[in-house]
């Protein structure tokens, strides 16, 4: 069964919401304030968060923040209508999608059910796991093991090492990367992919200095390959 916390400070939307969502078999924990938000995550441990933008006490940027340094959970922005900046802002910032007030339980639940899909916990058929030498990625799981031991990344950690998994021996650019890994515009020019690369780098137990999977080409990108 669905999991889904609720965070929304107007009470008639709240209830309704939760009412709605009862009754088609999801199992809801609703909060009216961002503050409560972060508690109810981790003893509830929901399979998708709706997130309220305008929050009393709390900016909704600043909710999320703090739920992704706990949880993947996919997070779904519920925004008015007149809020596009804040949207885009969110999610840039981790947010999985945005549903624009005023909603239906219909609407939340199709939209959940979308993210859900694209995280891998849908039912249909997803590519089966990737083994390179001793590295075991499952892209439907979202796990990975190391000569059998799991790690712990996180969900950019995952997307990029999945994504330069699925091109083994093929060098990717940054704006590539940025671009199909961080949905952002061409040209980034950040340090972003070159901090998680030496994240994922660390967790694979490796450095650029002595590199066995990932190896990056100076000016020209990084690529993953078989070390065996
Ligand atoms: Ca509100």
Sequence with gaps: ???????????????????????????????????????????FAPDAVV???????????????MIRSLSDVPVLIATARDDEGGVIRL???????????????????ARVR??????????????????IADLV??????????GGEPLTLTRKEFDLLLYLAQ??????????????VWNLPWGGGDRTVDVHVSW?????GESAAKPRFLHSIRGVGVKLVDPS
């Design 1 to 43: 069964m669905t999991r889904i916390l609720l965070v929304e400070d107007d009470d008639d939307i709240r209830e309704a919401l939760s009412r709605a969502l009862t009754a088609q078999g999801v199992t809801v924990a609703a909060v009216a304030r961002g503050s409560d938000a972060l508690g109810r995550l981790t003893e």
């Design 51 to 65: 997130l309220d933008l305008g929050l009393p006490d709390l900016e909704g940027s600043d909710v999320l923040a």
């Design 91 to 109: 999610l840039d910032a981790g947010a999985d999608d945005y549903i624009v007030k005023p909603y239906s339980a219909g609407q939340v639940l």
């Design 114 to 131: 979308a993210i859900l899909r694209r995280h891998g916990s849908g039912a249909e058929a997803q590519p089966t796991e990737i083994r």
């Design 137 to 146: 990625i499952d892209p439907q799981g979202r796990e990975v093991h190391l």
């Design 167 to 180: 091109r083994p021996g093929q060098v990717v650019s940054k704006d590539n990367l940025l671009a199909d």
């Design 200 to 204: 994922l780098r660390r967790k694979l």
